[in-house]
Protein backbone atom coordinates (compact mmCIF):
# COMPACT_ATOMS: atom_id res chain seq x y z
CA UNK A 1 0.00 0.00 0.00
CA UNK A 2 2.71 2.38 0.66
CA UNK A 3 4.38 2.00 -2.54
CA UNK A 4 1.35 2.81 -4.59
CA UNK A 5 0.87 5.78 -2.59
CA UNK A 6 4.27 6.93 -3.26
CA UNK A 7 3.61 6.41 -7.17
CA UNK A 8 1.08 8.11 -6.85
CA UNK A 9 2.06 10.94 -5.14
CA UNK A 10 5.27 10.97 -7.71
CA UNK A 11 2.27 10.95 -10.56
CA UNK A 12 0.66 14.03 -9.14
CA UNK A 13 4.04 15.61 -8.43
CA UNK A 14 5.18 15.37 -12.18
CA UNK A 15 1.29 16.37 -13.35
CA UNK A 16 1.69 19.55 -11.53
CA UNK A 17 5.38 19.73 -13.00
CA UNK A 18 4.27 19.07 -16.70
CA UNK A 19 1.46 21.83 -15.92
CA UNK A 20 4.26 24.41 -14.62
CA UNK A 21 6.13 23.54 -18.11
CA UNK A 22 3.35 24.31 -19.94
CA UNK A 23 2.66 27.31 -18.49
CA UNK A 24 6.42 28.18 -18.48
CA UNK A 25 6.78 27.59 -22.04
CA UNK A 26 3.64 29.92 -23.00
CA UNK A 27 4.11 32.88 -21.08
CA UNK A 28 7.92 32.90 -22.43
CA UNK A 29 6.57 32.23 -26.06
CA UNK A 30 7.84 35.37 -27.43
CA UNK A 31 11.70 34.09 -26.04
CA UNK A 32 11.03 30.41 -26.92
CA UNK A 33 12.57 28.54 -29.54
CA UNK A 34 9.18 27.41 -30.55
CA UNK A 35 8.39 28.77 -33.90
CA UNK A 36 4.28 28.36 -33.93
CA UNK A 37 2.93 30.00 -30.46
CA UNK A 38 -0.60 28.79 -31.66
CA UNK A 39 0.55 24.85 -31.36
CA UNK A 40 1.96 25.74 -27.46
CA UNK A 41 -1.31 27.80 -26.81
CA UNK A 42 -3.51 24.44 -28.04
CA UNK A 43 -1.40 22.53 -25.89
CA UNK A 44 -2.14 25.37 -23.20
CA UNK A 45 -5.78 24.68 -23.89
CA UNK A 46 -5.85 21.01 -23.52
CA UNK A 47 -4.09 20.53 -20.40
CA UNK A 48 -6.93 23.02 -18.94
CA UNK A 49 -9.65 20.71 -21.14
CA UNK A 50 -8.78 18.01 -19.05
CA UNK A 51 -8.26 19.45 -16.02
CA UNK A 52 -5.23 18.20 -15.14
CA UNK A 53 -4.63 20.41 -12.36
CA UNK A 54 -7.27 19.29 -10.33
CA UNK A 55 -6.94 16.15 -10.93
CA UNK A 56 -3.06 16.14 -9.57
CA UNK A 57 -4.68 17.96 -6.73
CA UNK A 58 -7.19 15.05 -5.81
CA UNK A 59 -4.51 12.39 -6.26
CA UNK A 60 -2.08 14.15 -4.02
CA UNK A 61 -4.98 14.87 -1.30
CA UNK A 62 -6.37 11.23 -0.92
CA UNK A 63 -3.46 9.83 -1.13
CA UNK A 64 -1.13 12.00 1.18
CA UNK A 65 -2.35 9.78 4.62
CA UNK A 66 -3.94 6.36 3.32
CA UNK A 67 -4.48 4.21 0.03
CA UNK A 68 -7.87 5.06 -2.11
CA UNK A 69 -7.20 2.49 -4.48
CA UNK A 70 -10.79 3.06 -6.05
CA UNK A 71 -10.64 6.92 -6.44
CA UNK A 72 -7.02 6.75 -7.29
CA UNK A 73 -7.26 4.50 -10.49
CA UNK A 74 -10.47 6.90 -11.53
CA UNK A 75 -8.22 9.65 -11.59
CA UNK A 76 -5.58 7.80 -13.23
CA UNK A 77 -7.66 7.13 -15.70
CA UNK A 78 -9.03 10.49 -16.33
CA UNK A 79 -5.50 11.22 -16.49
CA UNK A 80 -4.67 8.76 -19.19
CA UNK A 81 -7.97 9.81 -21.11
CA UNK A 82 -6.33 13.49 -21.15
CA UNK A 83 -2.59 12.18 -21.92
CA UNK A 84 -3.55 10.22 -24.57
CA UNK A 85 -4.91 12.65 -27.04
CA UNK A 86 -2.17 15.36 -25.89
CA UNK A 87 0.76 12.84 -26.77
CA UNK A 88 -0.98 12.39 -29.71
CA UNK A 89 -1.22 16.29 -30.55
CA UNK A 90 2.60 16.50 -29.35
CA UNK A 91 3.50 13.70 -32.04
CA UNK A 92 1.56 15.34 -34.42
CA UNK A 93 3.24 18.55 -34.46
CA UNK A 94 6.63 16.86 -32.54
CA UNK A 95 8.81 19.54 -34.85
CA UNK A 96 7.39 22.23 -32.79
CA UNK A 97 6.64 20.37 -29.30
CA UNK A 98 9.05 17.84 -29.09
CA UNK A 99 10.26 19.55 -25.66
CA UNK A 100 7.41 18.04 -24.05
CA UNK A 101 7.76 14.06 -25.20
CA UNK A 102 10.22 13.43 -22.40
CA UNK A 103 7.78 14.58 -19.88
CA UNK A 104 4.88 12.80 -21.43
CA UNK A 105 7.03 9.71 -21.44
CA UNK A 106 7.64 10.32 -17.95
CA UNK A 107 3.92 10.55 -17.32
CA UNK A 108 3.03 7.41 -19.04
CA UNK A 109 5.33 5.58 -17.16
CA UNK A 110 4.05 6.20 -13.86
CA UNK A 111 0.59 5.95 -15.67
CA UNK A 112 1.28 2.14 -16.21
CA UNK A 113 2.27 1.33 -12.73
CA UNK A 114 -1.88 1.12 -11.81
Known sequence: ???????????AENIDSFITFVQTNYENRHKSY???P???????????EYKFQLIADELL??????????????????????MNVIEEYVDRNYNDLFIFTA???TLKSLCSSF
Not at 1 to 11: H, N, P, S
Not at 38 to 48: H, I, M, N, S
Open 103 to 105: RLH
Open 61 to 82: RINQFSWNEKYTNILVDRFRIG
Open 1 to 11: MKFEMRIARML
Open 38 to 48: DKLYQLKLLVE
Open 34 to 36: IEN
